[in-house]
């Protein structure tokens, strides 16, 4: 390897700031450093005209708002309705919709499901021998508290008349007591 490749191949330090500033304008002639400050001075001027044009036109648009009666709430109500109306349009929002649906739909069966075993357990429990056993039961009660053997009823009706007759028994032993 001669000197020459030995340049090349050793790594070259980056100027950083204003020294690359330096280094770059060194490398360019007059003519051109000339022609890049009428070229920056040209697009400071058009970004100039075009931020008054810009402010011209955001000054127009809000007059023609404040004509139209378009106020900030309305305006805001109109974005997040169509926020959501993209939103509502998403592949992913629609996928989550359908799959709570679904999942909807399988814990509506499973509920169902559920209150068919309940109200066949209670059938079940109503015709078991030891529920007809403790009717007979209220049945009998009844009768000793009312005095005579009625038609068997169903069993709230059982129950209702079975409550009223103690609460007519309590009744009649606290004006006993009274007196």
Known sequence: ???TEQDLLKPETIPEGEDAAATI????????????????????EEIQTLSQVLAAKERHLAEIKRKLGVTPLAELKQNISKGLQDVASTNVYRRTSETLSHAG????????????VITRKLEDVKNSPTFKSFEEKVENLKSKVSGTKQPAGDFGEVL???????????????????Q
Do not use: H, P, Y
């Not at 007059?30 to 697009?43: A, D, G």
């Not at 739909?105 to 068919?116: C, D, F, L, R, Y």
């Open 25 to 44: 304008t060194d490398t360019l002639s007059e003519e051109e450093q000339e022609f890049l400050r009428k070229e920056l001075e040209k697009v400071e």
């Open 105 to 116: 739909q399988k814990a509506s069966a499973a509920i169902s499901t559920v209150g068919s």
């Open 160 to 178: 209702n008349s079975a409550a009223n007759a103690s609460a007519i028994d309590d009744l009649t032993e606290k004006d006993l007591e009274t």
């Open 1 to 3: 390897m001669d000197s």
